[in-house]
């Protein structure tokens, strides 16, 4: 095998594979990238669970197929100059890498002991631009549970309906819902479960362009492709909460927040809690303010936080992360707050226009003054 290309090319192209790479694998093949020489470069990375392959333009003049290990090759590409790189491969699988002035030489595995990656069967896709994608994803894998007993709720339900995609993740405390249009969705209503872990990749991947990124169901796995790079992962199987019925929409409070405002007063009052000094911060909804507290041994924090609204004196407690991480992703400058009593969900929504997003944190109990 014999190819050159442009290190930064490369760099990237073995970056991104090296990402599904498994760090410590009984088979030694998955410790490696699979580079596969044709009509074009394609370089791949594999931990049984997730696969990421991505495509690169070099001049091939002699094809051909090897593993390498994925951590050496990255840190020898890492440090070559900025110069094209020749890569050539003899019979006994040693690797000669030259760059500028410097050479390298490293052992290869045969391709044939690395396994197969999936192959999946198009039988409903979606096209959307990589930007919203990445938006989508970012804006609700937060939300994702690292709770294994319910391994559905370890990724985000995709659902597809009338050319609108809904990404939702859930852990039990949270809810956090992003909604947006489809740009073409074949095979009608659909929808899935994806790993919380292969999404934080396809986010990475994803770039802010509004290219088109496509995503295709299969029977067992899914397909994401981003411009030369393609993400596959096995669907998670079970039942996913039904999120429609456990949103509590019939809210007698309604108040409105600015974001910005309200994350600084969440952030002020939360510094006397720690990992080991935990308390809930104390919220009491008032006329156009809320007064937020927060007590430990650590200390006492107090401040008021302006709304528009009549909060109706409603006294309510939540965990300070969950309440600041569903205002900070909520992509938007206000946010309208629904609330009913003091052990009911908040709900934050955009203020008007169509609900892109929608947050639902449950409170947490508060002990008595």
């Known amino acids: 095998m014999k190819f050159s290309c442009e290190k930064i090319l490369l760099q990237s192209a073995v970056n991104t594979a090296s990402r599904a790479v498994s760090a410590k694998s009984s088979i030694p093949a998955l410790e490696g990238v699979l580079i596969q020489a044709g009509t074009q470069l394609t370089i791949s990375g594999y931990n049984m669970q997730t696969g990421i392959r991505t495509n690169l333009e070099a001049d091939v003049t002699e094809e051909g197929s090897l593993v390498l290990p994925a951590r050496l090759f990255g840190e020898i590409i890492r440090r070559l100059p900025d110069d094209v790189v020749t890569f050539s491969s003899a019979q006994d699988l040693t690797v000669t890498l030259t760059c500028g002035d410097a050479s390298f030489n490293i052992l290869a595995l045969s391709a044939e002991d690395y396994p197969d990656l999936p192959e999946v069967e198009d039988q409903y896709s979606v096209h959307i631009q990589q930007k919203t994608l990445r938006s989508m994803i970012g804006e609700t894998s937060f939300a994702v549970s690292t709770d294994e007993v319910r391994p559905i709720h370890t990724g985000s339900l995709f659902e597809i309906e009338e050319k609108n995609l809904t990404v939702v993740s859930v852990d039990g405390f949270r809810l956090a819902l992003r909604r947006e249009a489809l740009e073409s969705a074949t095979g009608g209503s659909f929808h899935f479960v994806a790993p919380g ?4 990749e396809v986010e990475k991947i994803c770039e802010d362009t509004e290219e088109q990124a496509v995503i295709t169901l299969g029977n067992r796995h899914l397909l994401f492709e981003v411009g030369p790079t393609q993400l596959i992962c096995r669907r998670l199987e079970g039942e996913f909460l039904d999120y429609k019925a456990a949103i509590p929409r019939s809210n007698p409070i309604t108040v409105v927040a600015e974001t910005k405002t309200m994350i600084n007063s969440i952030d002020r009052v939360s510094v006397v809690i720690s990992d080991k000094q935990k308390s809930p911060i104390r919220c009491i909804f008032q006329d156009n303010r809320v007064l937020m507290s927060a007590k ?21 407690g939540f965990n300070n992360r969950y309440l600041l991480e569903a205002l900070k992703y909520a992509p938007a400058d206000s946010v309208r707050i629904e609330l009913n009593t003091g052990i009911s969900p908040c709900i934050i929504t955009p203020v008007e226009g169509e609900e892109r997003f929608l947050y639902m944190v449950l409170p947490v109990r508060l002990k008595s003054n």
């Open 296 to 316: 430990t041994a650590n200390g006492e924090a107090k401040d008021i936080c302006s709304i528009t609204g009549d909060g109706n004196n409603l006294e309510i």
């Open 197 to 200: 872990s292969a999404l934080n």
